[in-house]
């Protein structure tokens, strides 16, 4: 029986790292090629902002429908049918790039967002005593996705020769890992489990997470960090490519923001559940950020490596904070995948604008002065959210 149970552990870990592994590797994949992607797709500068921000737009209008389905037809099915979703969106916008781009984008984006939402609830109920390693490690692995797709876009698109089929290429490669992740997470498609305490009141609870002050300071520290994350990620490729690195170089250095996202996002879980509140752990991972931000921003690009390492440590400990908070500031299963849906589907929302206002700034101004002056003053108010994010406290269950 001890056998069995370490099994099934550890069958269920490994799943939940398979499918952290495919949570940004279809967006990190793209910002490196995103002036080959606009002249082979004929794309302009906005229209590259609203790809660029989809994705993220998807997260918040989509992530308020995973705990109705959870509760339906369990958490389990959910998230394998999430797995189809992000595969079959991929492939689609690869076999016809001028058609299907934003389609395949949106269903892919859809799978994703419902990833989002119901593993760090899964995590809470399914392995309570080990959640912050759990936490911890499902952030590794989604880092690690990150990194390799970012670190393989500009390389795996010239071995293709460049051009309209390396375009298709780069644009559904990942499908291939989702499918994996599928076969991995098959195991637990046998358990029908849903949240505690189902039924319309439960089915509200999201909805009414906005009467209580701590779910409305969780919900802006988790939309301003991811903001910022994905401004970044989308956009300092190109403003590293406008400074004169290479295409390969700045994709590099966005893989080097992803490794720095995986040693925080790894190390800050464990520590934030040894501790009685986190509030000086979000303020040193806020100075760490803003350090990374103006230092990738304005100083040389000769140092760009390790302001963007730098500017990964702030925003990997950021993101951890913010999904421990939705786990931390509920008293049970049940209310944290309420509080996670309303986190996430309003703060998705806010950090939608991140890459479309950035995009839009740059061609506005030409430069990338103005658009980092708000990235810095962004950061000053994710400092203020998420200092009363890390008080002790909890929301009210229901």
Not at 99 to 121: D, K, Q, R
């Amino acid at each position: 029986m001890r056998i069995s149970r370490a099994a099934g552990g550890a069958l269920l870990a490994a799943g939940i790292l398979a499918l952290a592994v495919n949570l940004r590797s279809m967006i990190t994949g793209l910002p490196p090629l995103f002036p080959e992607l606009g002249s082979t797709l004929h794309i302009s500068a906005a229209g590259l902002a609203i790809l660029a921000a989809t994705p993220v737009l998807c997260f918040g209008l989509f992530s308020g429908t995973g705990a109705p389905l959870s509760r339906r037809y369990g958490e389990e099915r959910v998230l394998a049918s999430a797995l189809v979703l992000l595969a079959a969106g991929m492939l689609l916008r690869s076999l016809a790039p001028g058609a299907l781009l934003f389609p395949g984008t949106i269903i892919a984006s859809t799978g994703i967002a419902l990833m989002n939402v119901l593993l760090p609830s899964l995590v809470k109920r399914r392995m309570p005593d080990r959640a912050g390693l759990i936490i911890g490690l499902y952030l590794l692995a989604l880092s690690v996705g990150a990194i390799t797709a970012s670190a393989l876009a500009v390389p795996v698109y010239n071995a293709a020769g460049g051009g309209p089929w390396a375009v298709r290429l780069t644009l559904g490669l990942w499908a291939g890992p989702a499918v994996i992740a599928l076969v991995i997470w098959l195991p637990q498609v046998r358990y029908r489990t849903v949240p505690e305490g189902s039924g319309a009141p439960r089915a509200a609870g999201a909805l009414a997470m906005r009467r209580h002050a701590l779910a409305w300071q969780i919900t802006l520290f988790m939309g301003l960090q991811s903001l910022s994350y994905y401004a970044a990620i989308s956009w300092f490729p190109t403003m590293f490519r406008d400074r004169g690195a290479s295409a390969g170089y700045a994709g590099t250095l966005l893989a080097l923001l992803n490794l720095g996202n995986a040693v925080t996002a790894l190390a800050v879980p464990v520590l934030a559940q040894r501790l009685r509140d986190q509030r000086q752990l979000a303020v040193v991972a806020m100075a760490v950020t803003a350090a990374g931000l103006a230092g990738a921003g304005f100083a040389p690009i000769g140092v760009a490596p390790e302001f963007m390492l730098l500017l990964g440590f702030g925003q990997g400990a950021t993101l951890a904070l913010s999904i421990y908070f939705t786990m931390a500031r509920a008293p049970d299963p049940g209310t944290a995948a309420s509080l996670s849906a309303f986190v996430q589907g309003i703060g998705y929302l806010i950090a939608s604008l991140g890459p479309l206002l950035i995009g839009l700034l740059h061609t506005a101004t030409g430069g990338w002065s103005a658009p980092l002056a708000v990235l810095l003053g962004i950061a000053v108010l994710e400092l203020i959210t998420g200092w009363l994010s890390g008080r002790a406290r909890t929301v009210p269950a229901g």
